[in-house]
């Protein structure tokens, strides 16, 4: 059974750092298009970050020049550097793994909860 084991989260003032992980068993992520999601209260999910197989990267443009997603290969881990935070990144943080090609989401982590206090 594949798993996304996201840690990382917790609480954070504006203006601090925060990295995630996503842990991935019985898959090799470097295969995947990896993403990082985000759904807020009432909102929408929303992609973050997204590396696909060749690893181009993109992000929202909420996030971009802020948040950076990375890999370690070795470790099969994924990354979700976030630095700046702000209030509204407070949100439920999902590791996604979706097709090579489309990148259309095949697994979902359970999520990891982000909470940024003004």
């Known amino acids: 059974q594949v798993q996304l084991v996201e840690t990382g989260g917790g609480s954070v003032q504006a203006g601090e750092s925060m990295t995630l992980s996503c842990l991935a068993s019985?898959?090799?992520?470097?295969?995947?298009?990896m993403a990082w999601f985000r759904q807020a209260p009432g909102k929408e999910r929303e992609a973050v970050a997204q590396?696909?197989?060749?690893?181009?990267?993109n992000y929202a443009d909420s996030v971009k020049g802020r948040f950076t997603i990375s890999r370690d290969i070795a470790k099969n881990i994924l990354y979700l550097q976030m630095n700046s935070l702000r209030p509204e990144d407070t949100a439920m943080y999902y590791c996604?793994?979706?097709?090579?090609?489309?990148?259309?989401?095949?697994?979902w982590g359970q999520g990891t909860q982000v909470t940024v206090s003004s």
């Open positions: 019985r898959i090799t992520a470097s295969n995947y298009c």
């Open positions: 590396r696909n197989l060749v690893g181009v990267t």
């Open positions: 996604a793994a979706g097709d090579p090609w489309t990148c259309t989401t095949k697994y």
